[in-house]
């Protein structure tokens, strides 16, 4: 197995086109410490779909009023998690991107899981023996699986190696990535911002 390596801040300089891109096969990974799980344990997932949303130029942003509370992660530093709740039922992952006022940011759209799937399928309250499909396929489900609220994990650091939450590298690189149009959205329906890993039977429908 490769040496994993935290990707560094100057990853997500770059517009959020060009670092969902990159992002892809990068790994997610979420430390736990908690009385309920093993101690200590590492659930780890890699990504496969994901979607850029472009700040203050992009109507489908939650960036594109401008700077608000709720909101304010996506216009700080680059690298940093940004958590929100939508339908009154889930957690969305983001990390935000371009240096510091852009507001512009990747959503994790799914992840292939790769270490902790028990654990997964118990905080998705699912038998250890479900589909690892279901475990990861999807922004909500994503959440679930790696226990991530916006309360615990909203404007964390994901290049810090003392952070809970991370983004690494592991080496690996996608044969092919397809894109198209974003899912769930009601403007900007026709910008090619979504990208997936080609082929990848984790990625959501």
Known sequence: MAARKILP????????????????????TRHIGDERLKEGQRLTGRIVEIEAY??????????????????????????????????????????SCQPEGHGAGVLIRA????????TMARLRKLPASASPRLLTSGPGRLCQALDITRAAHNGLDVTSRSSILQVLDDGYEPDLIRSSPRIGISKAVEHPLRFVIEGNAFVSR
């Open 9 to 28: 801040r100057s990853f997500y300089l770059d517009s959020p086109d060009v670092v969902a891109r990159r992002l892809l096969g990068k790994l997610v």
């Open 54 to 95: 472009l700040g203050l130029d992009d109507p489908a942003a939650h960036a594109y009023a401008g700077k608000t509370a709720r909101n304010a992660v996506l216009f700080g530093p680059p690298g940093f998690a940004y958590v929100y709740f939508i339908y009154g039922m889930h957690y969305c992952l983001n990390f």
């Open 111 to 118: 992840l292939e899981p790769v270490e902790g799937l028990d």
